[in-house]
């Protein structure tokens, strides 16, 4: 679950972080509002989407102006001409997609005096599985870009959680960033608290870019890009409550109801599948066979009659898909379970696209004979090639 910047530096105030003062506002007023509380004489006004890149990132409205989502104002009246551009506006970033983000709240900001701008993250390294930390002297940039061109300028390291932090993992990451003097200091009680911070609220990704060095020598958290683990959030009530519902996908709000692992892709082949590993196969064979998977969805390795149909349902109500693949392997999962899901979704729902089904495993004689008696027009597959063979070539011969 991602958060907004604002609530990341909320979170920053919570643990004793450096980072600027400012406030959110939902409408032009309160960003007014906001502003005023603020000494001044440069306020920043931030557009607060749930995707990076709004600095470089462009409004299709012709009336937004032409200067991104995070725009530098020198008095009150252009923090007001801001908002008014920003809000109810569609912002276009790397990250978004050509489809866009209305902007629906902004971060009003005081200005820094900034000497310095730098890259930290912290993030669960799954090789090691220990909390790594990212260091690099080029922040403001494409951290992909700095790693691809110039890897050296980026320093990577684990800590134990048997041993925890020490000082000694501040001192490293203030050496790789090129502190000195007090500086240091400040950059061992941050990172100290970062990751307690990244423990206790049980995040899998934290990325500060920039992280800046002022001109007065103190380090202040100008961004706040915040990840947590789905899976734990039960733990953290207040994490939830700052939940956007509005910049998570329609699709994969419904499926989190049915505690179904759904992520939408790009592409016009909808699938359904039980684990994650035989689903990550699923998309890569459509994809040898040339086409591409329209979502990832694991109805997970116990599902009932209705959480099979809720996932049928979620993946027809995605326009883009042209043809559907359920491919299950039925070890706790019956077959005969997931026949009639598929079954009760189409009579709930119809069928417009093919729809191929592979069933192997515990009671596939009895899934095979509820479907092929079911008088729908269910394509039988024998293995999971000669099933996505025969999806995509109906999404071909349709196109």
């Not at 730098?118 to 940039?141: K, N």
Request: charged letters at 25%.
């Amino acid at each position: 679950m991602n958060i907004h910047e604002y609530q990341a530096k909320e979170l920053y105030r919570q643990y004793g972080v450096p980072t600027s003062t400012g406030y959110p506002a939902f409408s032009v007023e309160e960003a007014v509002e906001a502003a005023k509380k603020l000494p001044g004489p440069v306020w920043v006004v931030k557009a607060q989407i749930h995707a990076g890149g709004r600095g470089k990132g462009k409004f299709k409205e012709a009336d937004a102006g032409d200067k991104g989502g995070v725009r530098l104002a020198k008095s009150i009246d252009e923090v007001r001409t801001f908002a008014q551009q920003m809000l109810n506006k569609t912002l276009v970033t790397i990250q978004t997609g050509d489809a866009g983000r209305v902007v629906k709240r902004l971060y009003v900001e005081e200005g820094s005096q900034i000497d310095r701008e730098l890259y930290l993250s912290a993030l669960v390294d799954r090789a090691t599985s220990r909390i790594s930390f990212i260091a690099s002297t080029e922040g403001g940039m494409d951290i992909e870009k700095v790693a691809h061109d110039t890897p050296e300028k980026i320093v990577t390291f684990s800590i134990d959680p048997a041993s925890g932090y020490s000082q000694f993992h501040g001192r490293k990451v203030a050496f790789a960033l090129g502190l000195k003097g007090d500086q240091i200091n400040q950059c061992v009680a941050m990172i100290g608290n970062l990751y307690r911070m990244c423990v206790e609220k049980d995040m899998s990704l934290l990325e500060i870019n920039p992280l800046v060095v002022t001109k007065d020598g103190k380090l202040v958290c100008l961004d706040g890009k915040m990840d947590f683990d789905g899976n734990a959030l039960f733990r953290h009530k207040d994490i939830v409550a700052l939940r956007d519902l509005g910049e998570e996908d329609e699709k994969e709000i419904e499926a989190s109801k049915y505690d179904l692992n759904y992520i939408t892709l790009d592409g016009t082949i909808g699938c359904m599948v039980n684990g994650a590993g035989l689903a990550m196969a699923t998309m890569d064979i459509i994809k040898l066979y040339g086409e591409s998977p329209a979502n990832f969805l694991d109805v997970g390795g116990g599902a009932s009659k209705e959480k099979v149909t809720a996932a049928f349902k979620i993946i027809t109500a995605d326009p883009a898909v042209k043809g559907i693949l359920v491919n299950i392997f039925g070890g706790i999962m019956r077959c005969d379970i997931i026949a009639e899901g598929v079954i009760a979704a189409v009579k709930e729902v119809g069928l417009k696209v093919p729809l191929v089904v592979r069933l192997e495993g515990t009671n596939v004689e009895l899934g095979k004979k509820i479907l092929n008696e079911s008088g729908l027009a269910i394509v039988a597959a024998d293995d999971l090639a000669d099933a996505a063979k025969k999806i995509t070539d109906q999404v071909k011969k349709a196109a």
